[in-house]
């Protein structure tokens, strides 16, 4: 399969292509987002690179096209950005990123995180889970409360089924961030506590019995009885 570069800089385009072709990737280069959706369209990927300043459509439009085709909806991408900003992180990862690398970065960071996100493997859990009256359909990535369905970005979904996979388990924030996102967020940053409430509303707010709950000083835990 073949890692598509979507990445408008000429030299920073040309440099990833050789060097990862040249570390025994098969790698194509789209010079624009309209481009690179079209690759997508018609290659199977096993990743994607991604550039965030793009012209005419940029790397946040890029993103949330491939997450909202079927084809593409999986595939791992990896953006590169110039802004080491917390916001600009949280947008990407909310959109849906997997990874991301703030430029300049060193070439060998980038092809270490390529293959760890090429060695992710597909979910090989149990076809559903279930805690209370959530049902999770790990196959079809669908999401079920009370027989309602409930729409859920792709990391929302990866949050929710790791706190009910391990229900009953208090997970901290570094270990969430590092198997939702694969990234280890800096302690003064809130991503995690923010995708967690941003979870909450959708997962329990409607709901009389909560089952996402907050252990203070340890993380949080998905169980049907509250912690205390």
Same mark, same amino acid.
């Given at each position: ?77 990896? %953006?590169? #950005?110039?802004?080491?900003? *917390?916001?600009?992180? +949280? &947008?990407? /990862?909310?959109?849906?990123? =997997? !990874? ?84 280890? %967020?800096? #302690?003064?940053?809130?991503? *995690?506590?923010?995708? +967690? &409430?941003? /979870?909450?509303?959708?997962? =329990? !707010? ?23």
């Amino acid at each position: 399969m073949t890692i598509l570069i979507i990445e408008d800089e000429p030299k920073t385009g040309d440099y990833l292509l050789r060097g990862l072709s040249e570390s025994g990737f098969t790698a194509r280069l789209a010079r624009t987002g309209r481009d690179g959706l079209a690759i997508a369209r018609e290659e199977e990927l096993a990743l994607v690179v991604l550039d965030v300043m793009l012209p005419g459509m940029d790397g946040w439009q890029v993103l949330a096209a491939l997450r909202a085709d079927p084809v593409s909806a999986t595939v791992p991408v990896l %953006f590169l #950005t110039a802004s080491d900003a *917390v916001h600009d992180r +949280v &947008r990407g /990862l909310e959109l849906g990123a =997997d !990874d991301y690398l703030v430029k300049p970065f060193a070439f060998v960071e980038l092809v270490a995180r390529i293959r760890t996100l090429l060695r992710r493997g597909p979910l090989r859990e149990d076809d559903t889970l279930r805690i209370g009256d959530l049902e999770i359909d790990v196959l079809r990535r669908s999401v079920r409360r009370a027989g309602a369905a409930i729409s859920l970005t792709t990391q929302e979904f990866k949050l929710l089924h790791l706190l009910v996979q391990r229900q009953g388990q208090v997970l901290s924030r570094a270990q969430i961030s590092s198997q939702v996102w694969d990234i280890n %967020f800096e #302690t003064d940053t809130n991503v *995690v506590d923010a995708a +967690v &409430r941003r /979870l909450r509303r959708k997962i =329990d !707010d409607p709901y009389p019995q909560k089952l996402i709950h907050t252990r203070r000083g340890m993380g949080y835990v998905c169980d049907l009885v509250a912690a205390p």
